[in-house]
C-alpha cells in the first residue's frame, strides 16, 4: 500500500466598510441621494486593501409641476432618474495577492510544496454602474410602467496571467489586473390592476429584460480557453 495522505485547511477573510449617505427631497419633486463608501478588505495586500467609492443619484416627479395638471387624470405619477455608482468586488478570492504553500505528494512521501505565486500590486477589481430610467402610473394607478438602461463598466477585472512553464510557477500563471468588460442592457416591467376593490383586487404584470455585454481587454489580448468555450477581445461571454 502507499503512504496514506490527509489534508484540510484553515482560512480567514475580512471586510470593513464605513459609509455615509445624503438625502435630499424639495416639495416631493426634486430628489438628490449621494454617498460614499471606504470598503478594506483582507483578500488585498496592505497597500491596495482600501478603495473610496462613491455614488449619486436624482430624480424628478414630473407629474408635480403646474404645466403637467391638465394630464394628470391620465398621467397620475410620472418620475424619471438616473444615477451612477462605483463599488468594488470583495469576491476575488482569498489571499490571491500572497505566495502560499500547501500539502503536496512527491512519490509515496507527504510534504508541502509552493502552490501560489504572489503578486503584492493586486488592487481592486471595480465596478462603475449607471442607470438612467422612469417610473408612470396611469389611471390612478391602475396601470404601472417601469423602464430602465443600465451600463455597467468593470475594470481591473483580476484573471490569471500566463508564465513560461520553465519558471516552475505553480500552475504555470499569476494573478493580475488585467481584464475589463462591458454589460449593458434595458429592463421594463408593467403591472395592470384587472379588478381593484376594498376586499378583492385581481393584477396581473410582467417583465422583460434584454442585456448584452462585451470583453474590452484581456492579457495581451490573448483569448482565454477552456473546455467548451473561449472567452475573445471584442465578443461576449454567453
Known sequence: ????????????????SYAGRLNYNYKGKYFIQGSLRY???SALP???????FPGVSIGWTITKESF????????????????????????????PYLGLYS???????????FSQLGNDQLKWETSTKYDAGFDALFFDGRYKLTFDYFLNNQDGLILSAPIAPSLGVPGNSVAKN?????????????????????DFSWSVDGNISLVGNKVLSL????????????IRVGESIN
Open 219 to 230: 492579457y495581451e489580448n490573448a483569448d482565454i480557453t477552456g473546455t467548451y468555450s473561449i
Open 39 to 41: 470598503d478594506g478588505i
Open 103 to 113: 500539502s503536496a505528494k512527491y512519490a509515496d512521501y507527504n510534504g508541502i510544496a
Open 68 to 95: 403637467m395638471s391638465g394630464v394628470t387624470d391620465v398621467l397620475t405619477d410620472f418620475k424619471v432618474r438616473a444615477s451612477y455608482a462605483k463599488v468594488g468586488n470583495v469576491n476575488i478570492g482569498r489571499y
Open 46 to 52: 496592505s497597500a491596495n486593501k482600501w478603495g473610496l
Open 1 to 16: 500500500f502507499g503512504t496514506q495522505t490527509s489534508g484540510g485547511g484553515l482560512s480567514e477573510q475580512g471586510f470593513i
Open 178 to 198: 488585467i481584464g475589463s468588460m462591458r454589460n449593458w442592457g434595458y429592463e421594463i416591467s408593467g403591472e395592470a390592476y384587472i379588478l381593484r376593490g376594498n
